[in-house]
């Protein structure tokens, strides 16, 4: 069974930066690699609903990325590591969240940012944009 962890969230002032990774462990039993998934980045802030924040196909070749992050944040995979990072700059405090990973295999890439599209779900880490 396909295991993520997130690492990488804190408290930071608005402008700062933050690198975000998703590292995926378990594969051995299931015959897959990473590469056989694609990887969401997703967000979900007290109140609101879990929204997606970037996403990366099996291949690494597309991406796409939420319009309030466009230009600030990317989303990278390492298949070889076996880590997805998404790279966070000029934090600003809307930004504020717990950040969560997540794997699908097979999905469309006009749907990777639907968080409905992904089975496997990591814990979360927290980021925290504040002066």
């Known amino acids: 069974q396909l295991q993520l962890v997130e690492s990488g969230g804190g408290l930071v002032q608005p402008g700062e930066s933050l690198r975000l990774s998703c590292a995926a462990s378990?594969?051995?039993?299931?015959?897959?690699?990473?590469?056989?998934?694609?990887i969401g980045w997703f967000r979900q802030a007290p109140g609101k609903e879990r929204e997606g924040v970037a996403c990366?196909?099996?291949?690494?070749?597309?991406?796409d990325s939420a319009d309030s992050v466009k230009g600030r944040f990317t989303i990278s995979r390492d298949n070889a590591k076996n880590t997805v990072y998404l790279q966070m700059n000029s934090l600003k405090p809307d930004d504020t969240a717990n950040y969560y990973c997540?794997?699908?295999?097979?999905?469309?890439?006009?749907?990777?940012?639907?968080?409905?599209?992904?089975?496997?779900w990591g814990q979360g880490t927290q980021v925290t944009v504040s002066s």
């Open positions: 378990g594969f051995a039993a299931s015959g897959f690699t990473l590469d056989d998934y694609f």
């Open positions: 997540a794997a699908a295999r097979q999905i469309r890439f006009r749907l990777c940012m639907l968080p409905d599209q992904y089975g496997i």
């Open positions: 990366i196909s099996d291949s690494g070749r597309s991406t």
